[in-house]
Structures are given as C-alpha cells and as structure tokens.
C-alpha cells in the first residue's frame, strides 16, 4: 500500500474545540465591581449620562423656578360704575402682590389686550354697583380669566377674590354702623368663624418646592437607565457582556454607587440650594434611595441585554420620560386615573421612588409609613435580576445552537 493510499482512523483526529459564547467576563463581585467603574470613566457617553448630565440638570432645572410663587400678574379693570365703591376695588387689587392693574374703558379693549397676551385676566365692575350694594340690591363683579394657563388664572381669581373680599367687609362694617352697631362690634360680626391657612410642608406654596424634588427622581432614573444601557450596548460590540450572577451583582452595585452620588448631590446640594423643604427624615432617605439607585440599575442592565445596541436602548428610553410622570401619580392624583392605568404604574420604580422620596424627605414619613414602597422596590428588583440572568442564559444557549 502507498503512501498516497493512506487514510487516517477519524477517530484519531482531534477536532479543535469551538470557543463557547457563554465564556464569562466577570465572574466575581470584587471583578465585576471595579471593572465596571473603570468602564464608566473610560466610556465618555456613560459617564456623560450617569455623572454629567444629572449635574447639569440639578443646576438648570429648578431656576425657572426660582421666584417660586407667581406673582405680579399683570390684570385689567373695566369700571363702568366708576363710583368711591369701584375706586376701592381698584386700588386694592392693584395693592395685591399677586396683580399688576391696567384700567380699560371697556370689555372689548380687555379682551384685545388677552389676545395680545398684555394681561392674563379682567375685572368688570357693572354700572350701578355702588348704589345697588348700599341699597341691599343683588350686586356682582366678574373676574373673567385665561383657564388654559392655570397657574396664571388661579393668581388672577386669588388676588381679586382677596381684594374683594377685603371690600366688601368693609362695606358690611358699614352696614352695621349705619344700623347703630358699635365699630368693634361690627368689625367681629363681619366673620364670626374667623379661618386660618396653615399650609403643610410646603409652606411657601412654591410651584418649585411641588415639582423639582419629585422630578428629580425620574431625571436620577432616566439618566441611570441610559447609562446603563449604553455600558451594557458597548460591552456587547467588544463581546465582553455575559457575567455570573455574582459578577452581576458587582457591576449593578458599581452603577448603584455612582448613583446614590448623585442622589446626595440633589438631596444635598440641589434642594438645599433652592432652600426647598428637606431632610426631615434623611436616613430614611438615603436607605430609600440606596434600594431605589439598585433597582434601577438592575433594571437598566435587563433593559440593556435586551436592546444589545447603545443607539437602540437611548431611542426608546428618551420618549419614555413624560408618560412615566404622568403615570407616577404625582402631576395628576392616582384615583383619578382610568383603573388600567393605576395597574401599569406600578411597572416604573419611580411611582414609589417620586412619592416615598417626596413622604421621607419633604414630609418627615417613616420607614414604617411609607413601607409599601420598600417592598414595591425590593419585589422589583428581584424580579428584574432574574429576568437578567434569564436573558442571559437564553442568548448564551441560542449563540451555542448557532455554532454548533
């Protein structure tokens, strides 16, 4: 037999071995923990989104919102009565912190003067009205307002509805003195039940103080959500995605750190800043936002195996803020949501992280008051870290059936 008519035994041929897709990059916590803040740093588009761009919110969100209270409205005053009785209205509506005064001759000129965006509403004082009010005849101003704007319109109805309501007890003690009555006397009977506003938590009524600390939450999330998701898209381009569960848990808790930087820079620095009512329950706070910042990482990591792609997961993320604010139950009360909706809120962290943040930090809550929240949390993140490994797993065995 010749050479040429030798064949080798299959058997003795060894086969070289396909190197498996599941091959693990992190497979402990202390490995998976500083590797991930490495990557952090070095990755200019996460660092961007986790450290960056919630500075730059923390610093330009709530100044728009400096003034706090909207005040000096400016407002218009048709007076076809043009009595002592109309004067006074005028002048102590013009006195009123909330309004600035124009005076119009007619309706027509006010309403000129709204479309032209001059003024955000008008009083009209009818003809007679002094006579009619002094001789027990049915008597009514009209304060015609701007609703599609209600900021505006509630400042334009509370400074005329104080002005007014200063003049007509005014006009009462008169009343009563022209009875006979003595002046204190007439004074007291004008409100015999005499009420006092104490507002709560947020004593100056700021629209600041209302929708920055809860806002907040969502940019911390959203940010967060992003970054991660743009970490996770660049480890896939470089193959470097797959990591045990303990790996696992050491990049979720790096991200989770740099996190709750950031939500110390807001609980510290930002609210504090805009001298907004803080820390009345800071522990609880902080632990708060420890579980939330690991929620949320957990989430981003899911969300980021998913997607695969940086440009894929900053798509779907970036249009998904708005509906998740009007879903928290924040801008708009829970019960007055259709009843599907009061269900889908509950897949976002930030219905609990808006409102357990806001009872902790703002209103002093308990750990205790606010517990359904924590176990809104902690159900979720234990949810989403098996769903992690389950993505995991699942593409691992699909790339292994294609290469086999």
């Known amino acids: 037999m010749s050479d040429n008519d030798y064949k080798p035994d299959a058997n003795l041929i060894k ?28 990755d200019k588009g996460v660092l961007l989104m986790l450290v960056i761009a919630p500075i730059i919110y923390g610093f330009f969100y709530p ?32 006195a009123s912190p ?17 479309y032209r965006g ?50 007509s007890a005014g006009v009462e003690v008169k009343r009563s003195v022209a009875k006979g009555a003595y002046m204190d006397t007439a004074k007291n009977s004008t409100q015999a039940v005499p009420l006092r506003i104490d507002p709560m938590y947020n004593r100056s009524e700021g629209y600041g103080a209302y ?9 911390l999330q959203q940010t967060l959500l992003m970054g991660t998701a743009l970490l996770i898209g660049t480890w896939y381009e470089n193959k470097k995605q797959n990591a045990t569960a303990t790996g696992w848990l050491g990049r979720i808790t790096a991200l989770s750190v740099v996190s709750f930087f950031m939500g110390c820079f807001y609980y510290g620095w930002v609210f504090s800043n805009q001298n907004y009512p803080r820390g009345h329950n800071m522990s609880g706070t902080l632990l708060f936002y420890a579980l939330f910042a690991l929620t949320v990482s957990t989430l981003g990591c899911l969300l980021g195996m998913w997607f695969r792609e940086r440009e894929r997961s900053m798509q779907i993320l970036i249009f998904s803020s708005m509906p998740i604010f009007f879903l928290s139950g924040y801008p708009w009360p829970t019960s007055q949501l259709p009843e599907f909706l009061q269900y889908v809120r509950w897949l976002f962290p ?23 929240h924590f176990y809104h949390l902690a159900i ?16 691992i ?5 294609k290469v086999f």
């Open 15 to 42: 086969k070289p071995k396909l190197k498996r897709q599941g091959n693990y990059v992190h497979t402990s916590f202390l490995q998976g923990f500083l590797e991930t803040l490495a990557s952090i740093f070095k």
């Open 63 to 94: 100044w728009p919102y400096k003034a706090e209270v909207v005040q000096e409205v400016p407002v218009g005053v048709v007076d076809y009565d043009r009595s002592e009785l109309s004067s006074t209205i005028t002048s102590y509506s013009d």
């Open 98 to 114: 909330n309004l600035i005064v124009y005076k119009y001759v007619d309706e027509e000129a006010a309403i000129e003067a709204m």
């Open 118 to 167: 001059d003024i955000a509403g008008y009083l009209i004082i009818p003809r007679d009205l002094e006579r009619n009010v002094f001789s027990n005849k049915s008597a009514y101003v009209s304060v015609l307002a701007n609703n599609g704007y209600f900021l505006l319109n509630k400042q334009v109805q509370m400074g005329f509805t104080k002005a007014i309501g200063t003049v």
């Open 211 to 219: 929708v920055v600390p809860a806002v907040s939450i969502l940019i």
């Open 350 to 372: 930030t219905t609990s992280g808006m409102h357990a943040s806001v009872q902790l930090n703002q209103m002093g809550a308990s750990i205790a008051q606010v517990s359904e």
């Open 380 to 395: 979720y993140w234990v949810i989403a870290f098996i769903l992690l490994i389950g993505v995991q797993h699942r593409q």
């Open 397 to 401: 065995n699909k790339a292994e059936t």
